[in-house]
């Protein structure tokens, strides 16, 4: 986290120098206080979703997910086959009986964009867990 | 004790419940009402780490997470 918040004021180029000695400290004008913020609101955001998605991963998926950074999950519906990458956009892929992607499926939580991924990732993966039906409905093929 | 989870953009909010306190049940039931009526789906874990879909408010389920709706990408 440190190392994040000082590469965002490296970038930003603020830095406060205490006036009489060598110390640099973290500037406090409103920017860079809400930068911060919003990194660490970011970071532990991520960090969370990472956490609980792979407590709801099965251990086959699990295994899968620290392999490849992908999952496979099995439609409750049709029992089809679909691969979940790493990812929140365009990265859900029907499989054929070969294991092979035939065709992608772009679904995601409403207010998806702001969500972490791994919380995205989730979503879609009790979505064709849970109600293949719906989720396919729902998405948009690619 | 139960817990309910909700995905919102912090990650998710926990919240839990003893099933044994009628008014932490009460409270569980109407947080559980109010998410599925705003579109949320309900699911929880089956043993082989697969997930199911979940319409009713069962105090006695250890874990049940809430997601927002889908939409298309």
Known sequence: MA??????????????????SAQ??????DTCVSIRAQATHCLNAETKSRILLREWLSPEQLAQYEESALFEVVGSKTGKRYRIHHGRLQNVYELDEEGHPIRG?????????ALAMGDVMLAQKIAL???EELAITAAMPF | ?????VIDNSGDSRFEFDPTDEDAVAKATERFKELTGLGYTAAERTASGRSRKV???????TEVLFMPRLVGG
């Open chain 1, 24 to 29: 640099v400290q973290p500037c406090e004008c």
């Open chain 1, 105 to 113: 499926w772009c679904f995601m939580p409403e207010g998806g964009l």
């Open chain 1, 129 to 131: 867990e849970a109600d």
């Open chain 2, 1 to 5: 004790m139960g817990i309910q989870i």
């Open chain 2, 55 to 61: 319409t009713e408010f069962d105090p006695t389920a």
């Open chain 1, 3 to 20: 190392m994040m918040v000082g590469t965002l004021h490296r970038l930003i180029g603020r830095r406060q120098v205490v006036c009489g």
